[in-house]
């Protein structure tokens, strides 16, 4: 059976909840406990994504929906709200936030459009709270890095960033060599090296965002490198008939090597 409106869905989830006829384990949950499926639900859809495989897409994004819809349920057992109340707020926010669309105001491409969402965006936040900072709203469970080209982003747009990348890998250079400094000092204290660390990062991200690359994705395509050359390491001493406690870390670099040359040629 096809669906075409959202509420024997909606009749599901209740049903899923009901303390008397309903599921034990959906009966237990609460938002914290929930918290963890959201995430996770998310990352694999930004996986069906990455990976471009739209039948899991589809079967992703179902269960994200569901844990919209189940926490909107949660809400409307404590009287706050509805999933329609959700759903009217997106709607209205939509069209707010698109007055070249739905208003007078024109866009005549996406920069201007962008341009015209964070003017409609900031009213809003002017509305709710006149002394507002503009770094309000950055959730702080989003992945570090994200967070930190938003909170760059921010500042960019009231003038607080640099014009010319190059002074943005020179910034990188400076942190690096105050991480290489604090390593070498005499009397070393971890928690420095991990601040020192953190403002390389910190710089790093900043580097990327100048140059129109999104430090997450970057990080994440590095970790599917690394782990895609380590299985090919795991194949090659397997073909050899090695195991790797026998082999030296110079042997095992050789492989990573060549690993990496073959790559460049196949490319």
């Known amino acids: 059976m096809r669906l075409t409106n959202i509420d024997p869905f909606l009749d599901v ?16 949950q609460d938002f914290d406990s929930m918290l963890p499926n959201l995430l996770e639900e998310t990352y ?20 994200l929906l569901l844990q919209v819809v189940f926490l909107s349920q949660l809400a409307k057992e404590e009287g706050t709200f509805d999933f329609y109340d959700v759903l009217t707020d997106v709607h209205d926010k939509l069209i707010f936030r698109h007055p070249h669309v739905f208003g007078d105001t024109s866009a005549e491409n996406a920069e201007e459009a962008l341009k015209n969402w964070d003017a409609q965006k ?8 006149p002394n507002h900072s503009i770094l309000d709203d950055l959730p ?12 760059q982003k921010r500042c960019a747009k009231v003038g607080f960033d640099w014009d010319n990348p190059k002074d943005a890998f020179a910034k990188v250079e400076e942190e690096l060599e105050e ?18 660390l953190g403002d390389l990062l910190f710089a790093t991200v900043n580097l990327c965002r100048h140059h129109k690359i999104d430090a997450e994705t970057s990080l994440r395509n590095a970790n599917v490198k690394f782990e895609n050359r380590f299985r090919k390491i795991e194949k090659t001493l397997i073909e050899q008939g ?10 095992l670099d050789f492989i990573w090597n060549e690993i990496k040359i073959l790559e460049k040629l196949t490319k």
């Open 13 to 28: 989830v209740h049903r899923l909840r009901d303390k008397e006829t309903g599921c034990p384990w959906d009966i237990k």
């Open 44 to 63: 694999e859809v930004a996986e069906a994504i990455q990976t471009k495989d739209c039948t899991a897409l589809r079967e992703e994004l179902g269960d």
């Open 122 to 129: 900031a009213e809003e936040k002017k509305r709710k709270n």
């Open 140 to 151: 702080f469970a989003l992945p570090a890095l994200t967070r930190a080209n938003k909170l």
């Open 179 to 196: 991480v290489k400094q604090e390593i070498e000092a005499t009397s070393q204290h971890p928690e420095k090296i991990a601040e020192e």
């Open 242 to 251: 090695k195991k790797f406690e026998e082999c030296t870390l110079s042997e």
